[in-house]
């Protein structure tokens, strides 16, 4: 077999890894298309608002420290200690369901049955709050994030795969990081499964996302359900904040991933949670593997910027309501 | 008491469609027109003219585009700034292809050629609708941005990439390059802003607007009655992109000199023109100018206020420009979905009848 076959493969299983990261973005969207309808463009914002808290909490950093400084002309940015990765998690995602909660009462709230465009637009702004707000808290320069996921190459599959090829082939090179997510990502969405399968709350969850006004009539509580899908993918945005922040700095680009996973939704259909795994995966293959076979040596490179939203383009003109989202039937 | 129409008589249909038929909107328009043409540019300091009104009325032909397809047709887009790059990058093309071509038709030409490629990004809007098609869009943007940085044929194979306008002269007076004179470029800006204003302002009211209104409400119903959907959204593509690629070269020949597609043309360009529509108003001409005065203006009153008086830094004031825009966004949609258009409106009609309730 020749070095570049392997090369392929390795490409590929990267791609997978890199799809499974989309995926953890996608699921956020979902989960809050599922239920209440929005599209929300700030997912991607939340998950590097949640990995900025993270950060502020593990340093100690004081909030607004900047803004106070620039003020108060003070000269403060730590409290001095360092809480436990644990607590840290823990504090950040009671400051996601404070959001959670707040973006029910501020703006959903006021926003019930205007056009899902509308809201559409309000998320974007929402997003633009916070960046600006996120950045306000805790200071726009790059951090690390450090919650104790080893990086680096996985030794064990490097050692076990080189008996594959040649003697220049030294078996694949996989990121523990990597890894470390698919193995995260599982679990996430099995727990998610069972959660709106099997316990009362997710079938309110399922009851209002299919039908708003029947759920209504029942006695489920639109706002809390609102609230919990919210939390829920502020959650989500938390666990993508950790992975893509650990693997590459908590930074703004950070939030612009949301912007990938946006084909990612729209392959896999907006309404469902399998779909946004697999299409994740298809998105994350097939750029790497475009870049690998026809980017980068026929078209210049960096394909990987447009390439994802092509697929999603031509495949939406032929199934306009993606892989497996439910069928759109319109009625005057 | 202030603003009505009685004692106002038509006597011909002419005099009756006219595009202000009140005779204080028509004070008001020749007033602002007057302001325009004869103080602005004589009291405009270097610094005003380059920080607020030069791109007041550049991005304000691009609102005006964007509103045409969103606002009045209904298919949202964040692909402005990838058609943008489109008008800039076929300006330069022809500036340099044919040196002794007419500036001004050399900017209707890039606008032309961005309403075909418009045409082309718009296609999928026959099967894609909703937010699909605001992702689908995206393509376009990442697409085209992408495509202007890697082939050397668009920017003539200069080392680094960029693209620079060379010296042109309109009516001899140098309108690009490094020694453009600021006041023919304002002229130059402000006459097409005009002009392209009042056309947009009397399709949208005609047969061709409310076809695009009936597709915007409700394209199915709209199809029933006998509006042509290809027809309605093609033309609303191509009509939306001339305005947002002139929009575009002018930007790159007049404002910029020299354009960088991927920071020039971004995503955030994109962005920012939207809410320029959603805060001025869908579907309101007069609406996008605002919300481009508003866009455009904001952040320079900012930076004026926190920086130079208080002596903030300046990243603090960009973070603070962030939160009010994405907060205004919010509270306009929540309070006013038709923006800062349809305030207007609200007063011009609480006006009409003062000092009674009714």
Same mark, same amino acid.
């Given at each position: ?110 926003? *019930? ?30 951090? +690390?994030?450090? *919650? ?41 969405? $099995? ?50 904040? $950790? ?44 750029? +790497? ?38 069928? $759109?039937?319109?009625?005057? | ?98 040196? !002794? ?38 393509? #376009? ?17 200069? #080392? ?17 390059? /490094? ?13 097409? =802003?005009?002009? =392209?204003? =009042? ?14 209104? #009936? ?37 790159? /020949? ?34 996008? =100018? ?24 300046? !990243? ?40 009674? /309730?009714?």
């Amino acid at each position: 077999m020749p070095a570049e076959f392997y090369f392929g493969v390795e490409v590929f299983l990267n791609g997978l890894m890199t799809g499974v990261m989309y995926s953890l973005v996608a699921l956020g969207f979902v989960l809050i298309f599922k239920a209440s309808g929005i599209f929300n463009y700030a997912q991607g914002i939340m998950a590097l608002f949640a990995a900025l808290t993270l950060v502020g909490f593990q340093d100690g950093q004081i909030p607004f420290s900047h803004l106070i400084n620039a003020i108060f002309g003070t000269e403060m940015h730590h409290f001095g200690w360092h809480l436990h990765t644990f607590f840290a998690i823990l504090a950040a995602l009671v400051v996601m369901i404070v959001f959670a909660w707040l973006v029910e009462k501020l703006i959903l709230q006021h926003l *019930v049955n205007q056009e899902p465009i509308i809201l559409f637009m309000a998320t974007i702004g929402l997003a633009y709050f916070m960046e600006g707000f996120g950045d306000l808290m805790w200071g726009s320069n790059v951090k +690390k994030l450090d *919650v104790g996921i080893p990086q680096g190459g996985n030794f064990w599959i490097e050692e076990n795969t080189a008996f594959l090829g040649g003697e220049d082939f030294y078996g694949f090179y996989l990121d523990n990081l990597d890894i470390y997510a698919t193995v995260i990502a599982a679990v996430l969405v $099995i727990v998610l499964v069972i959660f709106s399968q099997y316990t009362k709350t997710g079938r309110a969850l399922r009851a209002v996302a299919d039908d708003h006004q029947a759920a209504l009539s029942v006695g489920i509580s639109l706002r809390t359900i609102w609230v919990i899908v919210w939390a829920i993918a502020g959650f989500v945005a938390l666990v993508a904040g $950790i992975m893509w922040g650990a693997k590459s700095g908590v930074q703004f680009s950070l939030s612009l991933i949301a912007l990938k996973a946006l084909p990612v939704l729209m392959l896999g259909g907006f309404t469902s949670i399998p779909g946004a795994i697999i299409g994740g995966l298809i998105i994350g293959v097939g750029e +790497k593997m475009f870049e690998f076979l026809i980017g980068a040596p026929l078209l210049g490179g960096a394909t990987e910027n447009w390439f994802a939203y092509m697929v999603a383009l031509v495949f939406l003109v032929f199934r306009p309501q993606g892989l497996f989202g439910e069928k $759109i039937i319109e009625r005057v | 008491m202030f603003y009505r129409e009685a004692g106002e008589f038509k006597t011909s249909y002419r005099a009756d469609q006219q595009t202000f038929p009140i005779r204080l909107d028509k004070i008001g328009f020749i007033l602002s027109l007057f302001a325009a043409f004869f103080i602005i540019p004589i009291t405009m300091s270097e610094y005003w003219a380059q920080a607020v009104f030069l791109p007041f009325l550049i991005f304000g032909i691009a609102a005006i585009g964007l509103n045409i397809l969103t606002g009045y047709c209904g298919q949202v887009s964040l692909g402005s700034g990838g058609f943008m790059a489109v008008g800039a990058y076929s300006c330069y093309k022809f500036m340099t292809s044919f040196p !002794d071509m007419n500036m001004l038709v050399c900017i209707l030409l890039s606008g032309g050629v961005t309403a075909l490629v418009g045409l082309i990004f718009g296609l999928p809007s026959l099967r894609i609708k909703g937010f699909y098609l605001a992702v689908a869009t995206l393509a #376009a943007q990442f697409f085209l941005v992408w495509m202007f940085n890697k082939v050397g044929w668009f920017y003539n194979y200069s #080392a680094s990439g960029q693209i620079t306008a060379p010296e042109r002269t309109l009516f001899g007076y140098v309108v690009t390059g /490094a020694k453009a004179e600021t006041v023919p470029v304002y002229f130059v800006c402000l006459g097409l =802003l005009i002009f =392209l204003a =009042l056309i947009a302002r009397n399709l949208t009211r005609g047969a061709m607007g409310r076809k695009w209104m #009936a597709i915007r409400d409700m394209d199915i119903a709209a199809e029933i009655i006998g509006v042509n959907p290809l027809r309605a959204k093609l033309t609303a593509f191509a009509i939306s992109s001339f305005y947002v690629g002139v929009s575009g070269a002018l930007l790159f /020949a007049l404002y910029l000199g020299a354009v960088e597609v991927g920071e020039a043309f971004s995503i955030q360009k994109s962005f920012i023109i939207l809410f320029m529509i959603i805060i001025g108003g869908l579907g309101s001409i007069f609406g996008s =100018l605002v919300g481009a005065a508003f866009m455009i203006g904001m952040p320079v009153i900012l930076k004026n206020l926190l920086v130079s008086n208080l002596g903030w830094p300046g !990243d603090i004031a960009a973070h603070l420009e962030f939160m009010i825009v994405g907060l205004m966004i919010i509270i306009f949609l929540i309070l006013e979905p038709h923006g800062l258009a349809m305030l207007w409106s609200i007063i011009k009609e609480k006006l009409r009848i003062w000092p009674f /309730a009714h």
